[in-house]
Structures are given as structure tokens and as C-alpha cells.
């Protein structure tokens, strides 16, 4: 696989790799990054198995550095740093790979050529497009995963994506620079919010078809707690793009479909029950007429969802932005 850039035939490829509890895992990891990558940044966010100076003792690969956080900041925190050392050393993509083992280093080439080729901004790992691997996945994950992505789409408006956890990834370094990557959550919620902030730029991101890997890495997510508290973060970021896409940077015919369907969706519900109840408590027949306004309602309300939908579902965006974004200089911390 022949591999360039728009500034000419040696991409500068840096991978983010955020260090906790994976001491196991981390320089196994480190030596099959193949020579495609310029530079590899380790972030240990406070690891107690100390993987950041393990690295830094038995790891002589020139390509690496690493990144300590005094403190637990979370995951989502250790690739922002991660982001902007890599900024800082001018590269073109920025890789992102799990410490613990799960995402293969050969797929980096794969996972990377959308974006130098200049389809995608952003490019992510979807597991699930193999039918035949996904039963080799923890049914808790498989799960977890139906779960949240279809919430994901929603919040997100990436509808045509899928697998929205998954923390193979690959960035053009201009949209990173672009970003406002101090308001992307900073916990497990990162990749999800990393998507939701690039709806809002209108950057593209494709799925890459991938296998997962599951040995005796332990994560250190909660599923039943990561479910609930996903799900109100996405319905907070559904309603967040919906103000900002439909009402505050653009008006659309789909801008008026949204209020009026749920209102009108709302008052036929409403209307309906109440006359249900009335009807049981008296035992008087719902007027010919109200049944009629109240289904009018409904289903005229359902119909004018249906095509926010179906105009938010075609919405997606499909022109690549950092083609017209600039380089990327210095950035500060």
C-alpha cells in the first residue's frame, strides 16, 4: 500500500497511544508499529502500573516519547495531550491507539489512507462489519455497542456510521487544530464527543472496516454505568447540534418540520389519552369528530418527523474541510 500526503511522498504519522494499566500490553504494542509512523507518544495519565517510565526503561524505539499526567485526568484527556504534542512536532495524521493490545498496528496504513487521500477528515474503526468476527466479541460489548449507537447517530448526526467507541482512529492534523479541544469530554465519553464536535465543523468521518482482538486485557469501563450516563450526554449533545445546526447556523424547511411534528405529535397524544380516559369513565362514546382531530394530528405531526429525519439523515457531511483549512503552527498548551 503506497502511502503520501498533499505536501508530497513522506506523511508525517503520529500515533497517540494514552497509558493506563496496560503495562502488560504497552511494549508489545510499541514494537509492532511499523516504520510508516514517525513519531509515537505515549501518555501515562497517572498510570499505578507506572507503564509511561516501563516505557521509558525497556522501550529503545527513537520514534517514542512519553507524556506523564500527575494526575488521573481520564482517557479522553491523554489523547488531547497527545493532540497537541503531536501538533507541536508538524505532523500530518494523528493516530489514535488503545494501550491494552485490542487494535492491530497493521491496520494503521488501512486506517490512515482515507484521510491522506483526502475522502475523510476523520477516520474510525468499525468492528462490526464482519458479521462472521462479531460473535468473537464479549456479549456485554455487542450489547453496549447496539446500545449507544444508535443514541451516537443521533447526537452526532453521523448516521451513516456505526461502532462509535471505538478508539481506532486517524485525524487530519488541521481539523484537530480547529478543534476546541477543551471542551471534548475528557473521561470515556471522548470518542462520542469527538464526534459531536466534528458535526458541528461539517468534517467528514468514514467507518474502516477491522477486528478486534480480546485476550486478558480488563477494561476499565463500567457498561451498566457508562449506559446510563452515555445516554444523557447524547440526548444533552442531540438537543445541543440540533439548536446549533437547524436554528443558529442555518433555516431550513427541516427547522420548522421538527416543532411543529412534535407539537403536533404531542397534542394528538395528549388529546387522545384524555379522551380515552373520559370515554372509560363515563362510558360515553369519543365523538366521530375528535377522533378524527386527534388522528389528524397525530399522524400529520408523525409525517413532518418522518422528513426531519429523512432531511437530517441526508444532512451528513460529505466534503472533506481540511482541504480548505490551513497548516497547523504552533500551538500552545
Same mark, same amino acid.
Not at 520514534?63 to 497527545?82: C, D, M, Q, T, W
Not at 411534528?261 to 380516559?277: D, E, M, R, T
Given at each position: 500500500?503506497?502511502?503520501?500526503?498533499?505536501?508530497?511522498?513522506?506523511?508525517?504519522?503520529?500515533?497517540?497511544?494514552?497509558?493506563?494499566?496496560?503495562?502488560?500490553?504497552?511494549?508489545?504494542?510499541?514494537?509492532?508499529?511499523?516504520?510508516?509512523?514517525?513519531?509515537?507518544?505515549?501518555?501515562?495519565?497517572?498510570?499505578?502500573?507506572?507503564?509511561?517510565?516501563?516505557?521509558?526503561?525497556?522501550?529503545?524505539?527513537?520514534?517514542? %516519547?512519553?507524556?506523564?499526567?500527575?494526575? $488521573? *485526568?481520564?482517557?479522553?484527556? /491523554? =489523547?488531547?495531550?497527545?493532540?497537541?504534542?503531536?501538533? !507541536?512536532?508538524?505532523?500530518?495524521?494523528?493516530?489514535?491507539?488503545?494501550?491494552?493490545?485490542?487494535?492491530?498496528?497493521?491496520?494503521?496504513?488501512?486506517?490512515?489512507?482515507?484521510?491522506?487521500?483526502?475522502?475523510?477528515?476523520?477516520?474510525?474503526?468499525?468492528?462490526?462489519?464482519?458479521?462472521?468476527?462479531?460473535?468473537?466479541?464479549?456479549?456485554?460489548?455487542?450489547?453496549?455497542?447496539?446500545?449507544?449507537?444508535?443514541?451516537?447517530?443521533?447526537?452526532?448526526?453521523?448516521?451513516?456510521?456505526?461502532?462509535?467507541?471505538?478508539?481506532?482512529?486517524?485525524?487530519?492534523?488541521?481539523?484537530?487544530?480547529?478543534?476546541?479541544?477543551?471542551?471534548?469530554?475528557?473521561?470515556?465519553?471522548?470518542?462520542?464527543?469527538?464526534?459531536?464536535?466534528?458535526?458541528?465543523?461539517?468534517?467528514?468521518?468514514?467507518?474502516?472496516?477491522?477486528?478486534? %482482538?480480546?485476550?486478558?486485557?480488563?477494561? $476499565? *469501563?463500567?457498561?451498566?454505568? /457508562? =449506559?446510563?450516563?452515555?445516554?444523557?450526554?447524547?440526548? !444533552?449533545?442531540?438537543?445541543?447540534?440540533?439548536t446549533y445546526g437547524y436554528y443558529l447556523r442555518d433555516f431550513t424547511l427541516a427547522s420548522i418540520?421538527?416543532?411543529?411534528?412534535?407539537?403536533?405529535?404531542?397534542?394528538?397524544?395528549?388529546?387522545?389519552?384524555?379522551?380515552?380516559?373520559?370515554?372509560?369513565?363515563?362510558?360515553?362514546p369519543t365523538q366521530p369528530g375528535t377522533l378524527i382531530l386527534i388522528a389528524m394530528s397525530f399522524?400529520?405531526?408523525?409525517?413532518?418527523?418522518?422528513?426531519?429525519?429523512?432531511?437530517?439523515?441526508?444532512?451528513?457531511?460529505?466534503?472533506?474541510?481540511?482541504?480548505?483549512?490551513?497548516?497547523?503552527?504552533?500551538?500552545?498548551?
Amino acid at each position: 500500500m503506497t502511502i503520501s500526503s498533499d505536501k508530497g511522498n513522506s506523511p508525517r504519522i503520529t500515533v497517540v497511544i494514552p497509558a493506563y494499566k496496560v503495562a502488560k500490553h504497552i511494549l508489545g504494542l510499541l514494537n509492532n508499529i511499523g516504520p510508516e509512523v514517525t513519531r509515537i507518544i505515549v501518555v501515562d495519565d497517572s498510570c499505578p502500573e507506572k507503564s509511561g517510565d516501563l516505557v521509558l526503561k525497556e522501550c529503545d524505539d527513537k520514534r517514542v %516519547k512519553v507524556i506523564f499526567h500527575s494526575e $488521573n *485526568l481520564g482517557v479522553g484527556a /491523554s =489523547v488531547i495531550s497527545g493532540y497537541r504534542e503531536a501538533l !507541536r512536532d508538524g505532523c500530518d495524521v494523528i493516530v489514535k491507539l488503545d494501550g491494552d493490545g485490542q487494535m492491530n498496528p497493521a491496520l494503521i496504513p488501512r486506517m490512515i489512507l482515507p484521510v491522506l487521500d483526502g475522502q475523510a477528515d476523520y477516520s474510525k474503526g468499525n468492528r462490526f462489519f464482519n458479521v462472521t468476527k462479531v460473535k468473537s466479541m464479549p456479549v456485554g460489548r455487542i450489547i453496549g455497542n447496539l446500545a449507544l449507537s444508535f443514541f451516537a447517530k443521533a447526537s452526532s448526526g453521523y448516521w451513516n456510521i456505526f461502532d462509535p467507541n471505538n478508539g481506532f482512529t486517524a485525524i487530519n492534523s488541521k481539523v484537530v487544530g480547529q478543534l476546541a479541544l477543551e471542551r471534548i469530554s475528557k473521561r470515556y465519553f471522548f470518542e462520542s464527543d469527538m464526534l459531536f464536535h466534528l458535526n458541528l465543523m461539517r468534517a467528514v468521518v468514514i467507518d474502516v472496516p477491522m477486528d478486534a %482482538k480480546y485476550g486478558d486485557e480488563a477494561s $476499565n *469501563l463500567r457498561l451498566v454505568n /457508562s =449506559v446510563f450516563e452515555f445516554a444523557f450526554k447524547h440526548i !444533552r449533545n442531540y438537543f445541543r447540534r440540533i439548536t446549533y445546526g437547524y436554528y443558529l447556523r442555518d433555516f431550513t424547511l427541516a427547522s420548522i418540520e421538527l416543532p411543529l411534528g412534535s407539537a403536533l405529535c404531542i397534542f394528538g397524544f395528549v388529546v387522545g389519552l384524555k379522551s380515552w380516559i373520559h370515554s372509560m369513565n363515563d362510558g360515553i362514546p369519543t365523538q366521530p369528530g375528535t377522533l378524527i382531530l386527534i388522528a389528524m394530528s397525530f399522524l400529520s405531526g408523525l409525517q413532518l418527523l418522518l422528513g426531519f429525519f429523512a432531511f437530517d439523515i441526508s444532512n451528513t457531511p460529505r466534503e472533506p474541510i481540511s482541504k480548505f483549512l490551513p497548516s497547523v503552527g504552533h500551538v500552545s498548551n
